[in-house]
């Protein structure tokens, strides 16, 4: 195990970078993911093609943005389009992926940024859906990123704001949305999960340095299967560290 000492938010950051890959269109929310597209440029994949909400199309992320709607996200940039053009190319099926957070999500990936408890008089209102119903509902497939605690890992979200699986196997189809789309992978700061092929169920698929299944049960609030071959994920290197330290966000805005 690396005696190298990291937040959860690097974490998170650099298994999400790792994923990248090639040329492809990603959508990039606020925070994490931009830490991550950022990272990936620099080390795994220089000719990703960052997707912003508010249309900047394939900036460079030399600098990073400190959200979607930012000058930042048009550096350098392949297009300048707007909120209603990139959501078009999602939709016409020109966007692969989308990273995606949540407040909450169930054991189908749904997820929830609305509200905590009953909608109209919540104990916790949440920014809501932004472009999140958009990139789960229109991209090929999402990664979720979340921080790991059993209030966010729930059996059944309080408002369903962005689709995962819906209620299970062909949820999506009778939704009206493309049946081989849908999340992939749920990255947190204490494992991998993939979905069950069969249920579409969360499935533990690798554990983070240091951690056990029992602690995943413990940070979970409903049941889930584990991989045949539970995978073992890589601590952040030195030399991941020192970009997201050093270039990427020197002020320490997200990665704390």
Not at 23 to 42: E, Q, S
Not at 44 to 67: K, M, N, Q, W
Not at 170 to 178: K, M, N, S
Request: charged share 25%; with cysteine; net charge positive.
């Amino acid at each position: 195990m690396s005696r190298v000492q990291y937040s959860a938010a690097e974490m998170l950051a650099c298994l999400a970078a790792r994923q990248m890959k090639g040329r492809t269109t990603v959508f990039i929310g606020t925070g994490v993911p931009m830490l991550a597209a950022a990272l990936a440029k620099r080390l795994y994949a220089p000719e990703l093609l960052p997707v912003f909400e508010f249309g900047g199309i394939g900036s460079t992320l030399d600098r990073l943005p400190l959200g979607v709607g930012e000058s930042r996200t048009f550096d350098r940039a392949f297009a300048a389009l707007g909120l209603c053009d990139v959501m078009e190319t999602a939709q016409r099926g020109l966007i692969e992926e989308g990273f995606l957070g949540g407040a909450q999500i169930d054991p189908f990936g749904n997820l929830n940024t609305t509200a905590i408890g009953r909608y109209r008089r919540p104990s916790v209102r949440l920014p809501g859906s932004g472009g999140g119903n958009e990139v789960a509902s229109l991209c090929w497939s999402t990664i979720i990123l979340m921080r790991h605690e059993r209030k966010r890992f729930v059996p059944r979200v309080d408002f369903l704001t962005s689709p995962g699986y819906l209620g299970g196997p062909h949820g999506r189809r009778r939704a009206g949305l493309p049946e081989d789309t849908g999340p992939r992978l749920v990255i947190t700061d204490l494992c991998f999960f993939d979905f069950e092929p069969n249920s579409k169920r969360l499935r533990l698929a690798a554990l983070n340095p240091g951690v056990g299944v029992e602690d995943v049960e413990r940070e979970t609030g409903f049941p889930f299967c584990v991989a045949a071959r539970l995978a073992r994920n890589a601590p952040p290197t030195p030399r991941e560290l020192r970009l997201l330290r050093r270039q990427i966000d020197p002020g320490g805005v997200f990665r704390r």
